[in-house]
Nanobody, 118 residues
Framework: QVQLVESGGGLVQAGDSLRLSCAAS????????VAWFRQAPGKSRELVAT???????FYTASVKGRFTISRDNAKNTVDLQMNGLKPEDTAVYYC????????????WGQGTQVTVSS
């Protein structure tokens, strides 16, 4: 059974950096589109970044230029490098995956907390 596990969250100050990692067990990320979502308290879940199976990235406007999504095939992870963190980036961050043929993300991790203090 395929599972996604996020790691790398924590408490940092504004302007700091964090690197989140999403590891897959049971299969590789090959052929999958992978996304990072986040959910802040009292808010709905929002898409942060995606990377397609062809490694084409997408970023929501609020993180463009600060966050970078990438695949590490050797480690079988999809990482989210977050620079210039802001208090409004505080949220639980989730990774999710879907095969090319699917229109929704059906595989989700349990989430990792990112807290940015001002």
């Amino acid at each position: 059974q395929v599972q996604l596990v996020e790691s790398g969250g924590g408490l940092v100050q504004a302007g700091d950096s964090l690197r989140l990692s999403c590891a897959a067990s049971g299969r590789t990320f090959g052929g999958l589109s992978v996304a990072w979502f986040r959910q802040a308290p009292g808010k709905s879940r929002e898409l942060v970044a995606t990377i397609s199976w062809t490694n084409s990235p997408f970023y929501t406007a609020s993180v463009k230029g600060r966050f970078t999504i990438s695949r590490d095939n050797a480690k079988n992870t999809v990482d989210l490098q977050m620079n210039g963190l802001k208090p409004e980036d505080t949220a639980v961050y989730y990774c999710a995956a879907r095969p090319m043929s699917a229109s929704v993300y059906g595989l989700w991790g349990q989430g990792t907390q990112v807290t940015v203090s001002s």
